[in-house]
């Protein structure tokens, strides 16, 4: 389990990498170079010694610093009338999704990551012990419930037709199929997108894995564990929960 894992991950790391947002996508690149032009201005603000230096330098860095924002702001107004093009296209064909996205992402809408902590009294919660404390009492006893006081009598149904053979190279490529992109990588930190590129060799890796599993009726330490991720909600202390598994356990 852990060299499948260990694999694949090594694999994406140095096929891929790590997402990089340190660029701003509106910007174009004759921006980014007028700004590294602003920076090396800068640099010659810093260093100028006389007061003439400083002088000349200043003001080329205050001509330089005015390109940079009419250049940014075009740049900014370019990328809106696109994202409106895009927005246009995809009503017309119905695509709900991306017109969603883009929306969102047009109207600039704050996160609310930093919705205030309340305790049950309604008090806000400013130190960070108490916050994951109240957290901790909030799961506990949104995950753990008493059994229920009246259980609902079951009728017996049919007897399901349950397959107990081994798996098959059929389901495995089915279940790898159905796997969605953009979706969060669990404990192993896999992505969706790095099991569905998968190759003949690596599939069978993976087959043996699961049929090994499903004889010894033994599950991996990492499928049992999570990432427990707070999801907090306007209006109180109204949150929820997800949990990130690992994704092979899918």
């Known amino acids: 389990m852990e060299m499948t894992r260990d694999s694949i991950v090594q694999a994406c790391e140095e096929t891929v990498g790590y997402l990089q947002q340190n660029r701003k996508q509106w910007m174009s690149e004759n921006t980014w170079k007028i700004v590294n032009e602003r920076r090396q201005v800068k640099e010659k603000v810093l260093t100028a010694i006389t007061r003439q230096q400083k002088k000349q330098t200043q003001e080329q860095y205050s001509n330089k610093d005015k390109e940079v924002k009419k250049s940014c702001k075009q740049d900014k ?39 205030p902590i309340k305790d049950k009294n309604n008090n806000t919660l400013t130190k960070l012990e108490d916050q994951l404390e109240r957290w901790k009492e909030h799961f506990e006893q949104v995950l753990n419930r008493p059994p229920p006081t009246d259980p609902p009598e079951l009728q017996n149904g049919p007897i399901l037709n349950i397959k107990t053979s081994k798996i098959t190279k059929t ?25 569905k590129v998968l190759d003949d060799t690596s599939v069978l890796s993976l087959l043996q894995l699961i049929n090994k599993i499903w004889e010894e009726e033994e599950i991996p330490d990492d499928w049992s564990k999570g990432l427990l991720v707070k999801i907090p909600k306007k209006g109180g202390f109204r949150n929820r929960g997800i949990i990130l598994v690992s994704l092979p356990k899918l």
């Open 171 to 195: 389901e495995i490529n089915k279940a790898i199929k159905s796997l969605k992109n953009g979706k969060a990588g669990g404990i192993d930190n896999i992505p969706p997108e790095a099991i």
């Open 77 to 115: 107004r370019n990328f809106v009338e696109q994202l409106a093009k895009e927005a246009e296209a995809a009503c017309s064909k119905g695509d709900t999704k991306t017109l969603y996205n883009i929306t969102k992402q047009l109207s600039g809408k704050p996160p609310t990551s930093d919705t």
